[in-house]
């Protein structure tokens, strides 16, 4: 895709028509099933009427060439504000309004409002050719997608469990239970799925025709492309390469993400709450696997797909790749910090060789890194299982209790060495070079 | 008698469906009681089990996605050659000269879109507290079927063997490098010396039996093709049928007591 605004306003154009137009006619049928419904969705159709008015005028500009966008000072301003931990805690922050204020923003004419603004957002972005060319790379449309279906499911499913707390809360059963009765497989689910079969196909086949699957040039071990990125399902590891050694990003972070996930039923494993949409009964469960999910899992993926450029540097949204920038952070270790700035003595030096002697000496160089470490996987496990989670220990016993406990402090070093990266640039906590041990 | 009843009284249509069409409570029974695809369901469920609502069908939606992957995948095999010297060119011909030309297509988003519809069907089943017991064993099958979608994913990107799947796989398999004890550059590898040789170098290391050679080349294509187009599948297919049997075991979709 070409920068030469001209050239890029045409090529853009069709898809720009395309997305305006699928928003208009999702706001017609939002209106039209408003009108139906009668009352208060009566008045509401009135505005998805107006969006898909608003939509419309704006496929039509848009295949004029002359597409709405956003304008430079917003774009800027938004640039300016996006970094590596801004977009961490922003989006924490933001599903921490969503959480707290699901009852208000589970109601359907909130979840839409929601939809239009990611719908606009989107599109108008869309006329920045820069923005264009990362966000419609073949391989980076399904995450597109993906923002668009989680969004939907998200909300999907908070409705429900909303629904079902509040039933719950008035001593009625949720709302699965009025489904008990039983119906026929045939005709009842086979058709359904047969209807999903044809509707998914249909679906495979109209991406196939308009985005073409890529393909850059022949292989060549010599030419290293800048960035390199791993595909895009893996690029939330890549990602963690910024905080951590390859040997915990890319292995042991990983392992421990299919054992928790593989944990998760052994760890939570009281019958109750099976089978309906709940969050109620099981708020410190729900909240550390959608923190785990959306934000060490999805967020990072989008970081490093849409933020990350050449030597990894992060990018705003609608800014040039430009491949000399560099990251920008002279990072030290603990062991630099604690013996120089903080004792004022030079980082002692372990000898060359000498078997034993040098292995002490590395670990007294380091010896402040060990004690965090040592505090931090055993010393507030220990507090925690006697104070603040001492019902949990009761509950679930030694072994089951330290597994929880321990993947939870490994899911929180990543924020931790976040937030120390960003206030004293702290690369390492130990670092051992000599037997190629970082954390 | 109408051309539909004639086909449907005829010994060849007999043969195959053993009993009249599913238009009564009977037959609805039987159909799916004798028909081998269509067994895999229960006669009768909840209606709450078919709510789309309740389970988003995103896992019939996998299912339904790597059975086309598993079907473009075979026709694009007869057409690829997983070599260094015609791997690419292979691609080239599959987008300009083969007839359907939008095989490599379908297949490489159906792959992105099992990805997404396997997370959001792993979303789901945690929302809906469906992982606690008796389906504990359920979930974790559905953990390794995740893990595998991810590395049928992954092994088939560098088939197409350009720039993008090189490099993507040299990027992944690095971090091979760096797995404790196993990785020549990981931690732990000093320790495993035999009279001060190295047991673990870049020779014999984790990433060189993943790639088969030191570096992203014909022998890591080899590999991962194999891997692609047989093992994991294989694999994949034998975990789905354990899932769908547990789903059935388990008591059926899980629902309120
Ligand atoms: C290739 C990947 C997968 C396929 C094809 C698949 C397919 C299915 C299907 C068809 C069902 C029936 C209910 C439904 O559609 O929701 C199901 C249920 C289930 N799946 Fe999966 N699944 C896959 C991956 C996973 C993953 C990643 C997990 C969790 C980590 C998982 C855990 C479960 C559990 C616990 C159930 C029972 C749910 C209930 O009874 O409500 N599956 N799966």
């Known amino acids: 895709m070409l920068v030469d605004s001209s050239e890029f306003l045409e090529e853009i154009a069709a898809t720009l028509v395309g997305l305006h137009l699928v928003a208009a006619a999702m706001n017609g049928i939002a209106a039209w099933r408003g009108l139906r419904a009668g009352g208060g969705a009566r008045l509401r159709a009135g505005a998805w009427l107006a969006f898909a008015a608003l939509f419309t005028l704006f496929a039509i500009w848009a295949g004029q060439h002359t597409p709405p966008g956003l304008p430079d000072t917003i774009k800027t301003a938004i640039d300016a504000a996006l970094g590596p931990v801004t977009l961490f805690f922003g989006s924490l922050a933001a599903l921490t309004v969503l959480y707290l204020g699901r009852e208000f923003f589970v109601r359907p004419w909130v979840g839409w409002c929601l939809g239009n603004a990611a719908m606009l957002f989107f599109n108008l972005s869309l006329a920045d050719p820069h923005f264009a060319q990362t966000v419609l790379k073949p391989d980076n449309v399904p995450i597109v997608a993906m923002i668009f279906l989680l969004g939907y499911f998200l909300w999907l499913g908070t409705a429900q469990a909303v629904e079902n707390d509040r039933r719950l809360r008035q001593g009625q059963g949720p709302r699965e239970k009025d489904f008990a009765e039983k119906t026929l497989v045939w005709p009842d689910l086979v058709y359904i799925e047969l209807i999903c079969m044809v509707a998914l196909s249909a679906v495979l086949i109209v991406w196939a025709l308009v985005v073409r699957a890529p393909l850059e040039q022949p292989a060549n071990p010599s030419l290293t492309p800048n960035p390199s990125k791993a595909p895009w399902y893996f690029v939330g590891l890549q990602e963690m390469l910024v905080f951590f050694d390859p040997a915990m990003a890319g292995v042991v972070l990983p392992t421990l993400i299919i054992l928790g996930l593989a944990l998760i039923p052994f760890l939570d494993f009281k019958t109750e709450g099976s089978g309906y949409y709940s969050i109620a009964g099981r708020r410190f469960g729900y909240l550390v696997f959608m923190f785990g999910f959306l934000q060490l899992w999805i967020l990072l993926i989008l970081v490093g797909t849409f933020f990350r450029g050449p030597n990894w540097s992060f990018f705003g949204l609608y800014e040039p790749r430009d491949p000399h920038r560099m990251p920008l952070f002279q990072n030290v270790n603990l062991a630099e910090l604690f013996w120089t700035s903080l004792l004022g003595r030079a980082v002692p030096r372990p000898m060359a060789d000498g078997g034993l002697a040098r292995f002490t000496a590395i670990l007294w160089r380091e010896i402040a890194g060990i004690a965090v470490l040592l505090v931090y996987f055993l010393g507030i496990p220990l507090v925690l299982g006697r104070t603040l989670m001492r019902r949990y220990l009761a509950n679930m016993g030694k072994a089951r209790f330290t597994a929880m406990v321990l993947l939870l402090m490994m899911m929180l070093a990543l924020p931790i060495k976040m937030i120390l990266r960003w206030t004293c640039h702290l690369s390492y906590v130990v670092n051992m070079p000599e037997y190629s041990i970082y954390f | ?257």
């Open chain 2, 1 to 257: 008698m109408s051309f539909g009843d004639k086909v449907r009284q005829s010994q060849l249509w007999k043969s195959i469906f053993r009993h009249p069409a599913p238009v009564d409570r009977r037959n609805r029974v039987l159909v799916i009681l004798s028909n081998l695809i269509l067994h895999l369901h229960p006669v009768a469920i909840q209606k709450h089990a078919v709510r789309l609502h309740y389970t988003w069908c995103m896992g019939g939606i996998s299912a339904f996605l790597f059975l086309v992957e598993t079907i473009t995948g075979v026709l694009l095999m007869f057409y690829y050659r997983p070599t260094v010297q015609w791997a690419y060119n292979d691609m080239l011909a599959l987008r300009d000269v083969v007839s359907l030309g939008v095989l490599r297509e379908i297949h490489r988003w159906g792959a992105h879109a099992m990805v997404i519809t396997v997370w959001l069907h792993m979303l789901r089943v945690f929302l809906t507290g469906s992982y606690k017991p008796p389906r504990e064993f359920n979930w974790v099958i559905g953990v390794v079927l995740l893990v595998l979608t991810l590395l049928l994913s992954f092994t088939g990107y560098l088939l197409p063997w350009d720039q993008l799947s090189i490099w993507a796989v040299t990027v992944g398999s690095n971090m091979a490098k760096a797995a404790p004890m196993l990785g020549h550059e990981g931690p732990g590898q000093q320790l495993l010396t035999i009279d001060g040789v190295d047991l673990i170098t870049s020779g014999s290391d984790v990433r060189y039996a993943l790639l088969g050679a030191r570096s992203v080349g014909e022998e890591a294509l080899n590999r991962f093709y194999v891997l692609h187009c047989i093992a994991l599948p294989l694999l994949a297919t034998f975990l789905m049928a354990v899932h769908f049997w547990r789903v059935r075991k388990d008591g059926g979709i899980s629902g309120p007591l």
